[in-house]
Every structure is written in structure tokens, then in C-alpha cells.
């Protein structure tokens, strides 16, 4: 009982700040909204039992990812006045379109046989499997995927200093 009630509140709080983040006028207050959002979902992780996903949730998207966009939005310079054109809302097809989109996903929501779970297992930690995983069967993806990374990120400071100095 204490599961389902952890999760319906890590749901609230993750809908409700993806909504804010996504109608908020302001991007630092989206930013910290979507932050609400991240820390929900690993929230949900964490009681789904997977504690490796949970924690990497929180390190990737939270402490790195979310970083990225306020660096980002706090050193891009601001767009001068004179150059702002005011754009007018356009509330009728948004309203469309998410009334569609709600219709449809009640409608599969509906469709869907749901089975009948029976009590989980007492969850047992993934880690040690994950990791003897990444360093046997999964060590040369692994590398590669960090060697692109770090490829891709000495290309992104590249670029933001101005290409070919």
C-alpha cells in the first residue's frame, strides 16, 4: 500500500512539473521545473526496483544534463529589444491537439488488457550484475560509447570558440 501511495505521488509530481516546464514563461523557471520532473522519475525508478536506473536518473539527467541547460540559458547573451517580435498565442490548435492526443491515449489506455500482477519480490540491488556486465560482455560498446562522448564534447567546444583558430 505504501508503494502505490510513493508512486502515485512521484506521478503527481512528475506530470505536474513536466507541465510547468512546459508552460512556464520563463526557461530558468522551466529548467528548474524540468529538475522536479527528473528527480520524479527516478523516484518512480527507485520503487519499480531498479536502483542502478534511479541513481543514474539523478547523475546524468539531473547533475549533468539540467547543468548544461543553465550554463547554457545563464551565458547565452539576451536577444535586444528592438529585435523581439511578439508572436500571438495560438491557444486553438494546442487545445486541438492535446484534446486528440488525450482521446488517444484513453482510448489505448482502454484497449489494453491489463494483467493481474501478484506481489512484487522483495527487490535485490542490480548493481553488481550491471557492472560485471559492462566489464565483461558489454566493455567494448562501453568504451566506444564514452569515446564518442568525448569525441562529440572536444567537437562542441570546437565549434563554440569559433571553428578554425
Not at 508552460?23 to 525508478?45: D, P, W
Request: charged fraction near 10%; aromatic fraction near 10%.
Amino acid at each position: 500500500m505504501g508503494a502505490q501511495i510513493a508512486f502515485w505521488i512521484f506521478a503527481i509530481v512528475t506530470l505536474g512539473s513536466a507541465l510547468a516546464a512546459a508552460c512556464a514563461r520563463k526557461i530558468v523557471h522551466s529548467a528548474f521545473a524540468l529538475m522536479a520532473t527528473f528527480f520524479g522519475v527516478a523516484g518512480i525508478y527507485a520503487i519499480l526496483g531498479s536502483d542502478f536506473l534511479a541513481v543514474t536518473q539523478v547523475l546524468v539527467y539531473v547533475g549533468g544534463i539540467l547543468i548544461l541547460i543553465c550554463f547554457g540559458v545563464l551565458l547565452t547573451d539576451r536577444v535586444p529589444d528592438e529585435y523581439k517580435v511578439a508572436q500571438p498565442r495560438r491557444w486553438l490548435p494546442a487545445a486541438v491537439a492535446a484534446g486528440l492526443s488525450a482521446v488517444a491515449l484513453l482510448g489505448a489506455l482502454q484497449a489494453t488488457k491489463w494483467p493481474v500482477a501478484a506481489a512484487p519480490a522483495a527487490a535485490e540491488s542490480t548493481v553488481e550484475e550491471i557492472g560485471r556486465s559492462f566489464m565483461t560482455s558489454y566493455l567494448i560498446p562501453f568504451e566506444f560509447a564514452s569515446i564518442l562522448l568525448l569525441v562529440v564534447l572536444v567537437g562542441a567546444a570546437r565549434m563554440a570558440r569559433g571553428g578554425t583558430r
